[in-house]
């Protein structure tokens, strides 16, 4: 007797920036004559740092990130890291408004084609990826608004969706109008909420901000769990990075959120900095209790809701 095939593995949340392979970040570091942060070794040995310790990594790897030539070996990194666990596909988010306006590092066409190539690279080798263009929330609205300006003029087909990433120090009712227009351009809209601010901030993000899928999430109370459950909001769940940048957070939630029926699909968010690959985010989904079938229905969320699947 037959059975149907499993639903594709797919990567369900990286961020370009924080995803190139160490050992090309040490060469290229050795090479320009640059010293590694602490906490960037500090998170490659496997150990938690602050938030700020992260973010000190994060920059040190997006500095690099100054050629087309780059640009295209943080997607293929990603590629790579995918296909070693069988993963079918990637939804990568990428800062282009932090590395071309904010840091100056290159043209906003040479990033564009880095990715391009890398993604065609990816799909050539079965594994498809699209890009989810993330603003900085603690920045505020205008800053968001500012990055619509530079993407929205010739915006490659492969771009999907708009987010918000960073600290959560603006409120995602005042994010709206800047949700809207990436709305009204053809973009889906995400917001990283619940990770470094209160819970309170996913309830939020989904009815002041109106966004469509959520990143994190960890401190979502019951009664938000059961309004995404309802209104079916997609939850990007990264346990790696979850245990590293909100160790505070235990038990992890995500046996808690599927059991209210919230559709969770596995992520690495930033597999460059906090080692990890889909492989190692299933077993940690594991170790909570999960059984097999409940790892299934992670991949098939994954699958159903990822965007880099949609045409």
Known sequence: MSTAAPFPLIDRHTHLEGSLDPAWVRNEAARRG????RPLETLWAGAAVPFEGFIEAFLFGAALLDSR?????????VTRRTQRTGGAGFDLWASPHFLVVHRGQLPLDAFWRGVEEGLAEAQAEGVR???????????GPKHGHAVLDLVLPGLP????GFSTGGL???PFRDWAPVFDRARAAGLR???????????????EAVL????????HGLRADDATLELLAERRIPVDVCPSSNGALAADVVPHPLPRMLRAGVRCALGTDDPGLIPCDLGTEATSARSMGLEDTVLAVLRRNGAEDAWCLLP
């Open 157 to 160: 087909p492969f771009v999907k």
């Open 129 to 139: 990826g699209c890009v989810v263009v993330d603003a900085v929330n603690h920045f």
């Open 69 to 77: 030539e780059a640009v295209h070996e943080a997607v293929r990194a």
């Open 168 to 170: 959560e120090g603006c």
């Open 34 to 37: 640059l010293t590694l942060p």
């Open 189 to 203: 809209v995400a917001a990283h909420a619940g990770e470094n601010g209160p819970g309170s901030n996913v309830r």
């Open 208 to 215: 002041e901000g109106g966004v469509s899928r959520i990143v």
